[in-house]
């Protein structure tokens, strides 16, 4: 069943001629834990916005529940909302903030006495509703601002950017918290963010936007192995996928991938497709992710036609990894993540292979994957 429909959505703000929200359609399935994922200003918050009734919808429809809400007014939409800012009231204790939504409903104060204390026991805040949100710290602020968003018992959840204030470990548990919460409930979930790994982690499903427009609605698993197209590609995964700018070559029989200093031959299945769709003989850039990419001998057996030379220049030890920089004669350093036993010398020249089964292509002109990668 579907929970949440848009159908050809845009929001245009005043007399502005371009929509920062262009022809948005999607349809959210009931219990589903979606990510809306994109850079700064893509529209995002808007596009949420319009689902709770906070911004006109400009053109188009969105339905919840098979319910048309273009004019229905925000507090006839049973959803509930967390922001980025968790706004809690100052003067009022943990417990009154969470029944405040409730009280305003009139509910019986023996009912939202027991939804409270149900909401505190399952964010594990049971200990502090009778102290005040300055006597919190963040994290345990945030769980209030999803305390009040679950004593609702909405339809749907709504949440911009609400891990953004706090600091990275933090974010890191309450990442984990929020999918649990939302499973053990059961709520449609619609979550805003701007950071790739929490969309990755956290996603049934991802719409990945920009500049208003949908690029790619998927499983975390396909947008990050077949993006449709290089700003999908370049948006997931750190450090990010290197392109290479280059063309198809056809040789006895065999493809290949050219620069004017190396050229990288194409396996059997991806050549296939490529030469089906033409590009033969054509510019191509090439994609290729810094796990992809190997110095290690056995590596140089398994890809024989995509062994290269390059000089390290430098690098960054992440702990578990090291990343490598190597100039490869291309416009940028190729940038290759290796075990950190893996030491060398600036300048030293290093061989490495590429595992040209994960690599992708994509179209110069229109940026879009091809050769069915
Ligand atoms: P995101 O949440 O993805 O960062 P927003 O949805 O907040 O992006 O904004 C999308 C675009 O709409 C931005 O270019 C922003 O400047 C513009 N915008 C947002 N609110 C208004 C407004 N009230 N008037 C005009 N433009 C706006
Ligand atoms: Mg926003």
Redesign the pocket.
């Known amino acids: 069943m579907s929970n949440i429909l848009f159908n050809h959505v845009y929001?245009t703000?005043?007399k502005?001629k371009k929509p920062?929200?262009q022809d948005f359609n999607l349809s959210v399935d009931n219990k589903e834990f979606i990510v809306?994922v994109?850079?700064?200003?893509?529209?995002?918050?808007?596009?949420?916005?319009m689902i709770a009734g906070l911004e006109d919808i400009s053109e188009g429809e969105i339905f919840i529940n098979d319910r048309k809400v273009n004019d229905l007014p925000p507090k006839n939409r049973d959803i509930a909302m967390v922001f980025q800012n968790y706004a809690l009231y100052p003067n009022m204790s943990i417990y009154e903030n969470i029944a405040f939504g409730l009280r305003l409903r009139k509910m019986p104060k023996s009912d939202i006495d027991l939804a409270v204390k149900r909401a505190a026991r399952v964010l594990e805040i049971e200990n502090y509703l009778n102290r005040k949100p300055r006597q919190l710290s963040g994290g345990q602020r945030q769980r209030v601002a999803l305390g009040r968003a679950i004593v609702r018992e909405p339809q749907v959840f709504l949440m911009?950017?609400p891990l953004s204030n706090l600091d990275a470990k933090l974010r890191v548990q309450m990442r984990t918290e929020i999918i649990r919460l939302q499973k053990q409930l059961g709520v449609t979930t619609i979550y805003?963010t701007?950071d790739q790994t929490e969309a990755m982690t956290m996603g049934d499903r991802i719409v990945v936007?920009n500049d208003?427009v949908i690029q790619q609605v998927d499983t975390p698993e396909r947008i990050y192995n077949n993006p449709v197209n290089r700003f999908v590609a370049s948006f997931v995964g750190s450090p990010p996928m290197n392109f290479i700018d280059g063309s198809m070559l056809t040789e006895n029989g065999k493809l290949y991938f050219q620069t004017r200093r190396f050229a990288l031959e194409v396996p059997e299945g991806k050549a296939k497709g490529l030469i089906a769709e033409g590009y033969s003989n054509k510019s191509i850039v090439l994609g290729i992710r810094p796990e992809n990419v190997s110095v290690d001998p056995i590596m140089f057996e398994m890809y024989p036609g995509a062994v290269i030379q390059g000089v390290y220049k430098l690098d960054e030890l992440m702990g578990a990894d090291r990343y490598l920089y190597v100039d490869i004669g291309t416009k940028q350093d190729l940038v290759v993540r290796v075990n950190p036993r893996n030491f060398f010398q600036p300048d030293e020249k290093i061989r490495f292979a590429v595992d040209m089964n994960s690599a992708l292509f994509f179209d110069a002109k229109t940026s879009l994957s091809v050769g069915g990668s």
């Open positions: 929001k703000y005043g502005e920062v929200v809306f994109g850079p700064s200003g893509c529209g995002k918050s808007t596009t949420l916005r911009d950017e805003v701007h936007m208003g």
